[in-house]
């Protein structure tokens, strides 16, 4: 195990006691229900998808008797901008909860332009006032590429996130580099299993797979998350916790990725997705039509909390 764990020069403070976490600004939050695919519940949208003028974000709830597995939360906010504010607050909210609860968060990340949407993270209030102590850091999916190249998923994080953060180096999980695609999935597996057994990440008393307490998912164009491609036999692994790739649409070609089952077996899950390449997606995940081939993203379906956050332009064709 020890193979898989990175240690990185992180400035490391003590931390003064922290301030409470801000209270959002009060917005107009506009509700209505959609359906899961998964549930093929009717489409009973309450409210439509107007904002107030002024407004930076509506909201999209499913009614309680839709609540649980399946359904989700969605919001949308009119700029990245306003939709980095809020992760920050439900990242650093969710991390103070598990870590009052467990004394523990594990937090998992994906690659591409999650990173930059959670700058807000590392920018007072919430740089002084979350407990990084207590954060345990994985990836979703993995470039198998060396740690100091410009396709590492780690890298990517470490510039824009983690170098930023007295995280505990022992505490990020990064993969093996000096192993090949297979390899360095049985690896990052093993590593897994080694913290489920010392407790650090939790089970699913449901799946027996990994609970992790928040997985940060970005999507493609094409509807993949994680390195779940769109009609790859990937998307059906059942039984590993960590696979490997070799023939990813999307460069670089080889990669480590979560598999469903662990996806779905998480606490929370926040889907982030921004522009108006994603919206044909994001329709297809979230609007009225039925399809009878998913996509990769229409599969997220955790045990816990699912919430979207969406900018106006990926919400476009809601
Ligand atoms: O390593 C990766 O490629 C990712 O983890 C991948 O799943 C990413 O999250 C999506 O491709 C969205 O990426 P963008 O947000 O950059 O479009």
């Known amino acids: ?47 439509g998808f107007r904002a107030a003028p002024g407004s930076r974000r509506f909201c999209l709830r499913p009614k309680a008797s839709m609540a649980g597995k399946g359904n989700g939360k969605v919001e949308v906010f009119d700029s990245e901008e306003d939709l980095s504010v809020s992760l920050a607050k439900y990242t650093a909210d969710l991390a103070d909860k598990f870590s009052k609860e467990k004394g523990s968060f594990t937090v998992v990340l994906s690659g591409g332009s999650l990173i930059k949407s959670l700058r807000k993270l590392v920018e007072p209030p919430y740089v002084d006032a979350v407990d990084w102590s207590t954060w345990h850091v994985f990836w979703v999916d993995e470039r198998v590429v060396p740690k100091d190249h410009d396709d590492s998923n780690y890298k990517l994080a470490f510039d824009g996130f983690l170098s930023k953060v007295p995280i505990l180096p022992g505490k990020v999980y990064a993969i093996n580099d000096a192993l090949p695609a297979e390899g360095a999935a049985d690896d990052y597996e093993t590593c897994l299993k080694h913290l489920v057994k010392s407790n650090v990440i939790s089970v699913s008393a449901a799946t027996g797979f990994p609970k992790f307490d928040l997985m940060l998912l970005g999507m493609g164009p094409d509807g993949h998350v994680a390195s779940l491609f769109p009609g790859h036999p990937l998307v059906k692994e059942n039984e590993k916790w960590v696979t490997f790739i070799k023939d990813s649409p999307k460069p670089p070609p080889e990669r480590i990725t979560f598999t469903f089952p662990v996806i779905n077996s998480s606490a929370n899950i926040a889907l982030v997705v921004c522009g108006a390449g994603k919206a044909g997606p994001v329709h297809a995940a979230l609007g009225s039509g039925q399809s009878s081939d998913l996509l990769p993203v229409q599969m997220v379906s955790p045990e816990g909390e699912l919430v979207w956050f969406l900018d106006k332009d990926a919400a476009s064709k809601l």
């Not at 939050?29 to 959609?34: A, D, E, I, N, P």
């Not at 998964?38 to 489409?43: D, E, I, Q, V």
Request: aromatic share 12%; charged share 10%; proline share 23%.
């Open 1 to 47: 195990m020890a193979s898989s764990l990175l240690y990185f020069s992180a400035p490391f403070r003590t931390l003064p006691s922290p301030p409470p976490l801000p209270e959002p600004p009060r917005i107009p939050l506009y509700v209505s229900r959609f359906p899961h695919p998964l549930t093929h519940k009717s489409l009973a949208f309450s409210t």
